[in-house]
C-alpha cells in the first residue's frame, strides 16, 4: 500500500500492523496489500509484526500492546480500523510513547477527528462514497435482471488517498519497550472507549 511506502520512505523497515479479522474480506484486503507493498520494497516480512484485532478498541490496544513490548519493537505501524486506531492510541497513552517521536502511525479510514488530533494523524482515505454507490448500483441491475452472466464475477479495485498530516517521523533510537513490559502487564487491555478529542 501507499502507506507502506510512504514509511519506508521516511527510513522505516520494521513496520508493524495492527489487521482486522481474516474472517472478513476488508481484513484480508488490508493484510494482502501491507504484505505486497513490503515484497515490492524488498523488505521481508515478518511474523513477529503482524498482530490481529477485532476491528474494536479493545482489540487494537491489545495488538498494539502486544507489537510494542516485544524486544525489538516496530518502529512505526498501520492501523486498519477507526476502531482500532481509538484502542491503539490509547495504549500509546499508557505505555508512554509519543508520536511520532516515539512511533510513527498511519490509520486507515481517515475519522473525522483524525484531522484535529495531536499530531494530526496520517490516513489512508477509501472511497467510501463511491464504493457506496457501486453497490447501489449492483443492486438495481440485479432487481433489473441486468446482472453478470451465472458464474462470471466483476471484481471493481478502488485505490485509496494517503492523507499526509504529522504522526509520522524518522525512526529514532529508543530504550526497549520490552522494559516496561512489567508496567504494562498490570494494565488491563479492556479499557474503556478512548475520547479521541482528548490525548
Known amino acids: ?81 477507526e476502531l482500532m486506531t481509538g484502542g491503539a492510541l490509547r495504549c500509546l497513552k499508557d505505555l508512554g510513547v509519543a508520536l511520532p517521536q516515539g512511533l510513527s502511525l498511519i490509520a486507515f479510514d481517515d475519522p473525522d477527528w483524525a484531522a484535529f488530533f495531536t499530531p494530526a494523524m496520517s490516513c489512508l482515505r477509501e472511497e467510501r462514497f463511491y464504493m457506496g454507490r457501486l453497490a447501489f448500483e449492483a443492486l438495481v441491475a440485479a432487481i433489473e435482471k441486468r446482472a453478470s452472466p451465472a458464474g462470471q464475477t466483476r471484481e471493481i479495485v478502488l485505490k485509496s488517498e494517503l492523507i499526509q498530516r504529522e504522526s509520522v517521523a524518522a525512526p529514532r533510537p529508543a530504550p526497549g519497550l520490552a522494559l516496561r513490559a512489567g508496567r504494562a502487564d498490570a494494565l488491563a487491555p479492556e479499557h474503556g472507549p478512548m475520547n479521541a478529542g482528548h490525548h
Do not use: K, M, N, W
Not at 523497515?13 to 479479522?21: S, T
Not at 503482524?50 to 516496530?74: E, K
Open 1 to 81: 500500500t501507499d502507506a507502506v511506502r510512504h514509511l519506508a520512505g521516511f527510513g522505516h523497515v520494521r513496520i508493524g500492523i495492527v489487521a482486522g479479522p481474516q474472517a472478513f474480506e476488508t481484513g484480508r484486503a488490508r493484510l494482502g496489500g501491507y504484505l505486497d507493498a513490503l515484497e515490492q520494497l524488498g523488505i521481508a516480512a515478518d511474523e513477529s509484526l503482524i498482530a490481529y484485532g477485532d476491528f474494536r478498541q479493545a482489540g487494537g490496544y491489545t495488538a498494539t500492546r502486544h507489537l510494542l513490548l516485544q524486544p525489538l519493537p516496530p518502529t512505526a505501524i498501520l492501523v486498519c480500523s
